[in-house]
């Protein structure tokens, strides 16, 4: 079955400063996809960064990067530099070749002025 | 850009009313989404459509249908609505399966 396990319920960083959130997955497939989706208070989603398995190469968008490690079925997120703006939850997420995308339960992350 | 488009954004419903949510999207996009959000937790797929006259079942489908007649709309159904129904709904669509979605504002559901 596929799963996304989100360790980290609520976290803290110092606005300007870096934050790591933490995700792990477990799929049997060898082809898929993760992302990463805010979610601020508005209750939009919205999509932050999409890895493809298949590449090794990390993704990275402006001040938001991966650290995918696909040996260890681990997919972090790390922003840059926090702002204001980032705080939100943030939800990761793993979809298989079958179209079903599974998400996490979630982190919280609070930016501290 | 209207992009996804649900109504309404707010329902109240008795138990054992039925409704429907409505969806729709102007990106021509084939794949389509239902989610449920539960305080507190993540997001879980209901039912997905990869096109036109094409459904199939999510997660939790349990208590919901679902149709996609055209491109653009994929309402949700709740038939005889229940406590355990109260949630938020979010609907999405992606141009393919692995491409990002993108997700309409949501619809807060109490069932009373």
């Known amino acids: 079955a596929q799963t996304v396990t989100q360790s980290q319920p609520e976290m803290s960083v110092q606005e300007a400063e870096t934050v790591t959130l933490s995700c792990t997955y477990d799929?049997?497939?060898?082809?898929?996809?993760l992302f990463w989706y805010k979610q601020p208070p508005s209750r939009q989603m919205i999509l932050v960064i999409r890895q493809e398995a298949y590449k090794q190469q990390n993704a990275t968008e402006n001040r938001f990067s991966v650290n995918f490690q696909k040996a260890a079925k681990s997919f972090s997120l790390k922003i840059s530099d926090s702002q204001l703006g980032d705080a939100a939850m943030y939800f990761c997420a793993s979809m298989n070749r079958d179209d079903k995308i599974i998400f996490g339960k979630g982190t919280r992350l609070h930016i501290l002025p | 850009n209207a992009g996804v488009t649900q109504t309404p954004k707010f329902r109240i419903l008795k138990i054992g009313q039925s409704m429907t949510l409505q969806c729709t999207q102007d990106?021509?996009?084939?794949?389509m989404y239902w989610y449920r959000q539960d305080p507190g937790m993540g997001l879980k797929l209901i039912y997905y459509s990869v096109g036109a006259g094409i459904t199939d079942k999510g997660e939790v489908p349990n208590g919901y249908n679902v149709s996609r007649s055209t491109t653009e709309d994929f309402p949700l159904r709740l038939e005889l609505a229940a406590p355990s129904q109260t949630s938020v709904y979010f609907c999405?669509?992606?141009?393919?399966?692995?491409?990002?979605?993108?997700f309409g504002d949501g619809t807060r559901l109490s069932i009373l």
């Open positions: 990106m021509n996009h084939n794949y």
């Open positions: 999405a669509s992606s141009y393919s399966g692995n491409q990002p979605q993108h």
């Open positions: 799929t049997s497939e060898s082809d898929y996809y």
